[in-house]
């Protein structure tokens, strides 16, 4: 069925005031306000199975570095929209876990490149194991078509935010 056949299809702009879409989108707001509590606790969680010690803020260096590889300490700054100072502060307690070395950049030789050690390597990929594990686990019983539709969706929502 498509959106011009769907009797309960909604067509024009979502307003406040509309009767229809407002409760629906408080929905939706409740279910994302449910999701980012879990996203915390999973972030939580990881960074403690990686060191105890690991703040979620050095867990979300550890992402950047495990996605991009090793990067300028200002630039970790600038893509975590976090001040130097702070990253500075951040930086130096992963190192002191252990976590991350830092080096002169040979591109550059003013600024520091920050690179995860293989033991937070290690650690990491463990923890992102674990947590792939737990989605497919949730999505195994949902038909292939739900998860393309699903996919499609939050693809949509995300293409909005951009």
């Given at each position: 069925m498509?959106?011009?056949?769907?009797?309960?299809?909604?067509?024009?702009p979502a307003t406040a005031d509309d009767p229809v879409r407002a409760p629906?989108?408080?929905?939706?707001?409740?279910?994302?306000?449910?999701?980012?509590?879990?996203?915390?606790?999973?972030?939580?969680?990881?960074?403690?199975?990686i060191d105890?010690?690991?703040?979620p803020m050095g867990f979300k260096v550890l992402s950047i570095l495990s996605r991009?590889?090793?990067?300028?300490?200002?630039?970790l700054a600038e893509e975590m929209e976090v001040d130097k100072a702070l990253m500075?502060?951040?930086?130096?307690?992963?190192?002191?876990?252990?976590?991350?070395?830092?080096?002169i950049d040979p591109d550059d030789g003013r600024a520091l490149l920050v690179s995860m050690t293989p033991a937070a390597r290690e650690r990491f990929d463990a923890t992102l194991v674990r947590a792939r594990s737990v989605l497919h686990d949730r999505l195994a019983g949902w038909e292939p078509?739900?998860?393309?539709?699903?996919?499609?969706?939050?693809?949509?929502?995300?293409?909005?935010?951009?």
């Amino acid at each position: 069925m498509d959106a011009a056949s769907d009797p309960f299809a909604l067509r024009g702009p979502a307003t406040a005031d509309d009767p229809v879409r407002a409760p629906l989108i408080d929905q939706v707001e409740e279910q994302f306000a449910t999701m980012f509590t879990n996203a915390r606790n999973s972030i939580r969680a990881r960074a403690a199975a990686i060191d105890p010690a690991l703040p979620p803020m050095g867990f979300k260096v550890l992402s950047i570095l495990s996605r991009c590889g090793a990067r300028q300490q200002g630039c970790l700054a600038e893509e975590m929209e976090v001040d130097k100072a702070l990253m500075s502060r951040t930086i130096k307690q992963l190192e002191a876990l252990e976590l991350v070395t830092r080096s002169i950049d040979p591109d550059d030789g003013r600024a520091l490149l920050v690179s995860m050690t293989p033991a937070a390597r290690e650690r990491f990929d463990a923890t992102l194991v674990r947590a792939r594990s737990v989605l497919h686990d949730r999505l195994a019983g949902w038909e292939p078509g739900e998860i393309r539709r699903f996919t499609d969706l939050l693809a949509r929502l995300n293409e909005s935010t951009a």
